[in-house]
């Protein structure tokens, strides 16, 4: 009996110990604002931002390297509560509301520098040294830096049109007849 | 025929008197054709022809790409006026490409594909790749590719083809007259297909109120001993395949599979005759019987119309508007979408055409939920309608999700059904156009990863090997000092 009550006592120490050490020296920094800036972006990856997804924008976000303008899914709404979670003003005289977009790019003003190919972080850009160049529009993320280093202003940013494979019913509009007796 | 009860369901007025007594009639050709190169489920075909062409009747004027699509053919003779953008039959009127021809009057065929001489004794291989070829969809309604669907023998353990002649919409007759009037090329189309699936029986289930069809179906397959023919009850949605597959085997398919998976392939009686004259005498679908009705119409009847007439033109074949139209239907009244314009053309899939008076439809004030539980009882699907909309309402879709919105047929029984006139069959519509949304995008932002993460792995790559070449050379760089050359991208990334 003493036997089972020690050696279980012993073992609850030593595994114990090594728990609380093991939580000291292996702890990872969390930042905990950047888990509620994540959940405050939409959420859909769409690397608009010029970050590979959300996460990543809200870790920017955080450590104040980007502004709080940077969404542009998320519209006027993301971008006020942001800034009011960061205790900052947000200048909202530049920002137009806009849905998701892809790059295009204006054939006859491509000159095949291959620059855009180079910035692509996705590889969206097919052509090559003086080449007409063009955009895989399946895979673009619509994050615009191929138009950024464009020497020639051949790339513009197009929103993603509504096909009738995409194409879906709204939201019925109901205005509920309430009769007050 | 041993019939299983069916659970839930309506019986609206169907007023199929309208057309169920008039013979099909011919339309002579309008002056134009328009020809969607997408009128089926999966990719759009790619056109084969421009403007200026001079194509003949039966001709391939699209080609199938990718796994699931069908390929479009002249409807007749005549010149391609242009390929150009028309709007689609489709509630969203957008815009699609279309082949548009100018028919030369003189209807003269081109060289079409042998006939298949003896279908019974062809391989399923020969028989699916004709169907393929003649452009065949399914012709209830959803136009998903029929070569797909006659493949599934190779993939699942098949014992059954059924014949959909259930037609449980209200003023759609086209089915029934098509069975009356044609019933040899139907049980013939089936006979192929079963051969094609590999199947040993064939069904064909008739609504009850189609006495006569039933009558003329069973003489003409009375010669052949592995046809049944399965007069079912009138309560709507019978015509929707899984639940005439129920009905006929008492078994129900389980939600996200497919009545194939009980070993039952469903295919539309008009898709059968469909077959007929592809295998028997290479006669690509270019033509169909269409339904114009309605109370609006001053001349409601059933039409053999060619693929890619205006609407605007089936219309005024039927004598025109009697009054103007609350709403023109393309479909049934009860799953059949609106059409936002006339100018949009008759497809594969267009099984009626309705205008509607404000009488017919009945748009009502919606009040509120009264918590009556009617939409329960007859949700042909086992859902909760009511529970379901409320949390769309509030914009949950996952719990709406969870709630099993996606295995809603969207028959719109429930909304039929409500005494407070909510639009429920909308709600799920929505959602599930939203969550098929959520899905695409989804698919969308893996793929974006996944070519992130494998450009990443290549810079690196070919940065390492770059300072290996460095390193290599260091030591011999005294002897022979020779510049490495580097890729563009290697210059980019250094």
Not at chain 1, 144 to 171: D, S, Y
Not at chain 2, 389 to 406: H, Q, T, Y
Request: glycine content about 8%; hydrophobic content about 40%; charged content about 20%.
């Amino acid at each position: 009996m003493l036997m089972a009550i020690g050696s279980l006592t012993a073992m609850g120490v030593t595994l114990g110990t090594i728990l609380g050490a093991a939580a000291r020296y292996l702890h990872v920094e969390e930042n905990p604002l950047e888990e509620e800036l994540k959940a405050m972006l939409p959420g859909s990856q769409c690397g608009q931002c010029g970050y590979v997804g959300c996460g990543q924008a809200a870790a920017a976000l955080a450590k104040g390297e980007a502004p709080v303008t940077l969404c542009p899914p998320g519209g006027k709404a993301v971008i006020e509560a942001l800034a009011k979670k960061l205790g900052v003003s947000a200048d909202l005289s530049e920002h137009e509301e806009k849905g998701p977009e892809h790059a295009y790019v204006i054939e006859g003003l491509c000159i095949g520098c291959t620059r855009c190919i180079r910035e692509c972080t996705t590889d969206s850009i097919l052509g090559a040294n003086k080449l007409m160049h063009t955009i895989i529009v399946e895979s673009c993320h619509g994050c615009g830096k191929c138009v950024e280093v464009c020497p020639t202003e051949a790339i513009v940013m197009k929103p993603i049109e509504v096909t009738l494979n995409t194409w879906h019913w709204p939201k019925p509009e109901v205005a509920h007849h309430v009769t007050v007796h | 025929m041993k019939l299983f009860p069916v659970r839930g369901g309506i019986h609206p007025d169907y007023r199929k008197e309208q057309t169920s007594e008039k013979a099909i009639v011919a339309m002579p050709l309008p002056a134009a054709l328009y020809i969607p190169l997408q009128q089926h489920i999966g990719a759009p075909a790619e056109a084969l022809v421009q403007a200026g062409d001079v194509v003949k009747k039966g001709q391939k004027i699209g080609r199938n790409q990718g796994a699931v699509s069908a390929t479009q053919h002249a409807p007749t003779s005549g010149r391609i006026a242009s390929v150009t953008e028309v709007p689609a039959p489709h509630p969203s009127g957008l815009p699609t490409l279309t082949i548009v021809i100018e028919p030369d009057g003189k209807d003269e065929w081109a060289e079409l594909p042998a006939p298949i001489a003896d279908p019974f004794a062809a391989d399923m291989q020969t028989i699916n790749a004709r169907v393929a070829e003649s452009g065949i969809v399914g012709m209830g309604g959803a136009a998903f590719p029929s070569a797909i669907k006659l493949n599934l023998g190779t993939q699942k353990k098949l014992h059954t083809l059924l014949l959909n002649g259930a037609e449980c919409e209200p003023f759609l007759t086209c089915d029934d007259r098509v069975m009356r009037e044609h019933a040899d090329e139907v049980i013939d189309g089936a006979r192929i297909m079963a051969h094609a699936l590999g199947v040993p029986n064939i069904v064909i289930g008739i609504e009850d109120n189609k006495p006569q069809a039933a009558d003329i179906m069973r003489k003409a397959a009375s010669a052949f001993a592995n046809i049944q023919i399965a007069v079912v009850p009138v309560q709507y949605p019978m015509g929707s395949e899984k639940h005439l597959v129920q009905a006929i085997t008492g078994k129900e398919t389980p939600a996200r599979m497919l009545t194939a998976d009980l070993g039952i392939v469903v295919h539309n009686v008009a898709t059968a005759r469909a077959v007929h004259h592809a295998v028997r005498f290479g006669r690509p679908l270019i033509a169909r019987v269409v339904t114009v009705s309605g109370g609006a119409l001053r001349e409601p009847r059933n039409v053999e119309v060619a693929i890619g007439t205006k609407i605007s033109d089936l219309v005024e074949f039927c004598g025109g508007f009697a009054q103007r139209p609350e709403r023109v239907v393309n479909g049934g009244p009860m799953m059949g979408q609106p059409l936002p314009s006339l100018d949009a053309p008759v497809v594969k899939g267009t099984s009626g055409i309705l205008a509607l008076t404000a009488e017919e439809i009945s748009d009502r004030p919606t009040s509120a939920c009264i918590r009556c539980g009617t939409c329960v009882t007859i949700c042909p699907c086992g859902l909760s309608p009511v529970e379901m909309s409320s949390f769309i309402r509030k914009d949950n879709l996952e719990v709406a999700a969870k709630l099993g919105v996606m295995d809603c047929i969207s028959c719109g029984s429930c909304s039929w059904v409500c005494p407070s006139h909510i639009p429920l069959v909308h709600y799920f519509n929505y959602a599930k156009g939203m969550l098929n949304a959520q899905t695409r995008d989804q698919r969308k932002n893996e793929r974006i990863k996944t070519l992130v993460e494998a450009r990443t792995i290549r810079i690196e790559k070919a940065a390492e090997a770059k300072k290996a070449a460095l390193a290599a050379k260091k030591p011999a760089a005294a002897a022979a000092p020779a510049a490495p050359a580097t890729t563009t991208e290697e210059k980019a990334n250094a």
